[in-house]
């Protein structure tokens, strides 16, 4: 069973995503064990304060490296051979590439989500990867996070219905998109279900799909 944990200050932003659909799914067939860890449970003082005003002056708060040092640390008793991943929009850029490379892996994660203006850069010493999204700012790294690790537990084996499913679908070989699909009725509201997918040629069938699969940039 592979192991996710995660660090937040809002872990109840992660239910919802979770708990339902594929990832639930992975759950209950005991591919993957998320656990939530609430960086405020590694906050100093009484106030579990886990931000600080920034040397060098700036707006906003960082994160300080204690709470996160500790609540990394605590994730490692755990899981000691689990790789810490930082979500970041300065990380390197994610793909279905490295998606694909971690769920046939058997690495375990711990993400650290950052919130703020960001964090100590001390943290980046405790970390494997560093990943962002894409260029742009999230208001924290929960979202981020999920997306991540949607799209490598779904690619577990065994969690995805339909053995053939992920090999189809967009970006799997790095540049072609889906072709269009479409489902019953064959005629909606005066749109047509193109005539060659009703035909059960099959070399037709593929041939309008390749030439229907529109390439990314
Ligand atoms: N945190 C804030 N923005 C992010 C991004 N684009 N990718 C990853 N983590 C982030």
């Not at 002056?57 to 990394?72: I, Q, R, S, T």
Request: one cysteine or more.
């Amino acid at each position: 069973m592979r192991k996710i944990q995660i660090i937040t200050l809002f872990p109840e932003m992660f239910g919802g995503v979770l708990n339902s659909s594929m990832m639930w799914k992975a759950q209950k067939i005991g591919a993957v064990d998320f656990r939530m860890i609430n960086l405020r449970d590694f906050g100093l003082g009484l106030r579990k304060t886990v931000d600080d005003i920034i040397y060098g002056g700036g707006d906003g708060m960082l994160l300080m490296p204690e709470p996160l040092f500790n609540a990394v640390e605590n994730a490692k008793q755990y899981d000691p051979t689990a790789k810490v991943v930082l979500m970041t929009p300065r990380g390197k850029r994610w793909q279905q590439a490295t998606a694909k490379t971690w769920a046939d892996s058997d690495e375990n994660y711990i993400f650290v989500c950052a919130r703020y203006e960001g964090y100590d850069e001390r943290v980046t010493t405790l970390v494997d990867y560093q990943v962002s999204v894409g260029d742009y700012v999230l208001t924290g790294g929960e979202l981020a996070a999920m997306t991540v690790i949607d799209s490598v537990v779904r690619l577990i084996p065994g969690v995805l219905g339909g053995e053939t499913s992920s090999e189809i679908e967009s970006f799997s070989d790095g540049e072609t998109l889906e072709y269009p699909q479409y489902t019953r009725p064959e005629v909606f509201r005066g749109m047509e279900v193109p005539k060659v997918l009703l035909s059960g040629n099959h070399g037709e069938i593929a041939k309008w799909r390749q030439d229907h699969s529109i390439k990314a940039e």
